[in-house]
């Protein structure tokens, strides 16, 4: 509709409520890679008290601070009066000249501690999985699974795209905060819109991610192609296969009840 009319159509609610949904994802989103970067951490490098760290009581509480972490990051948008229509992305978002202060702390406390934070938990994982592979220490008993490894390997991409992706955006953000009147006019527009829609294509990269390293993604990728392609042969190959399930199910396992019927 933006494009259409060359303008913000839709109301001054319509446009907040979309940059705050906006905003609650993308920082919700690298806040949800720093806890995953921190849980690999305690599952590879302290495995020995993970159980207790990570129990479900506790994962709970770590999942609820995560979202209430971001949406204390991002309702601060509504006081500043950041949330605005920019014409060059024909989209309500984060303004970065509305507040210089506020922008250097979006970029720190959204972009550059996360950044620090799992760079130094995948650092760690990475000198343990090098120490373990070479054995360079001889009593160490700590084994590392293959498909512990391909998860962590996984995850580890996902954070080196989103720190390419996202890098651009936010070094702007620095330069145009430091003195919006001055630098923002000198910042060329197709430089930000690229990095812009630079940001966001990240998003579209985590399925390609997922499908190359994870099997099981592949495996069910492969199924949705399938069905899209031929849609009659799968649906027949997939109630064929139900057919056969069941009649071939197993006979129930021999409980204690069963034991105590034939002995009696």
Known sequence: MAIFHNDWTMGDLHCQVSGFIMGLSVIGSIFNITAIAINRYCYICHSLHYDRLYSLKNTCCYLCLTWVLTAIATVPNFFVGSLQYDPRVFSCTFVQTVSSYYTISVVVVHFLIPLLVVSFCYMRIWVLVIQVKHRVKPGHRQKLK????????????????????????????????????????????????????????????????????????????????LSLCTPRKFLMETSRCATEGFKSKPSPAVTNNNVAEINL
């Not at 910042?187 to 998003?203: C, G, K, Q, R």
């Open 146 to 225: 293959p498909s512990d490894l391909r998860n962590f390997l996984t995850m580890f991409m996902v954070f080196v795209l989103f720190a390419i992706c996202w890098a651009p955006l936010n070094f702007i953000g620095l330069i145009v905060a430091i003195n919006p009147v001055r630098m923002a006019p000198t910042i060329p527009e197709w430089l930000f819109v690229t990095s812009y829609f630079m940001a966001y294509f990240n998003s579209c990269l985590n399925a390609v991610i997922y499908g190359l390293l994870n099997q099981n993604f592949r495996k069910e990728y492969k199924t949705i192609l």
